[in-house]
Structures are given as C-alpha cells and as structure tokens.
Nanobody
Framework: VQLQASGGGLVQIGGSLRLSCSQT????????MAWFRQAPGEQRELVAAITNDGNTYYADSVKGRFAIARDNAKNAVYLQMNSLKPEDTAVYYC???????????????WGQGTQVTVSS
C-alpha cells in the first residue's frame, strides 16, 4: 500500500486548506484512512479518520472546523480545514489500515508528510 499526500501550504489565520491523499495497492475489504499531524517538539496526534462505510472520528481540537471525506472509487481521502489557527501548524500525514475500528489509533501504512503553516 502506498499513500501520496498533497495540498499543504502557508495560510493566514482563519483561512482554509484542503489536503488530499491517494491510496494505491490496497486489497478489498475494511479500510480506514486518517490524517495525523505532528508539530515540532510534539507527539504525532490523530486529527481525523474515516472508514470505508463513512464513520468518522475527529480530535476535539478540530471538531467543527475540519471535515474528513473519502472517495472510495478513487481510493482517496480529503481533509477540509477551515478557520485555521496557528496551533494547527504541523506536518500532516495520511495513514491507512485494513480495519474499520476507529477506536484504535494504530495505522499500518503511512504517506509522506505535507507541511501546513498558519501564520498571521
């Protein structure tokens, strides 16, 4: 399985960005895709996740501002980020696993990171 993320960049406070991640090489069956982020000096944290039947998880810090969606036909996941804050600045990583268990934050496959910087 390979994951390719894109869409990061520099945005002003209150602005929006949309991250995309495409997945190749996945076999059929249960599948969750997620976005993690890691700020300098911080641990990697799960931001949002979605199963292939549409169940979602959001970290409290992004609820109401971020929205995760996926296109199963394209094997892709998206993260729409609105009302961005400086504390959203981080490297964002796309991840995938062959399970629909959103209670587990363990993921098996990872893409490269994409930098999101929120600046005044």
């Amino acid at each position: 399985v390979q994951l390719q993320a894109s869409g990061g960049g520099l945005v002003q406070i209150g602005g929006s960005l949309r991250l995309s991640c495409s997945q190749t090489g996945r076999a059929f069956g249960p599948n969750s895709m997620a976005w993690f982020r890691q700020a300098p000096g911080e641990q990697r944290e799960l931001v949002a996740a979605i199963t292939n039947d549409g169940n979602t998880y959001y970290a409290d810090s992004v609820k109401g501002r971020f929205a995760i969606a996926r296109d199963n036909a394209k094997n892709a996941v998206y993260l729409q980020m609105n009302s961005l804050k400086p504390e959203d600045t981080a490297v964002y990583y796309c991840a995938s696993k062959g399970s629909n268990n959103l209670r587990s934050f363990r993921y098996d496959y990872w893409g490269q990171g994409t930098q999101v910087t929120v600046s005044s």
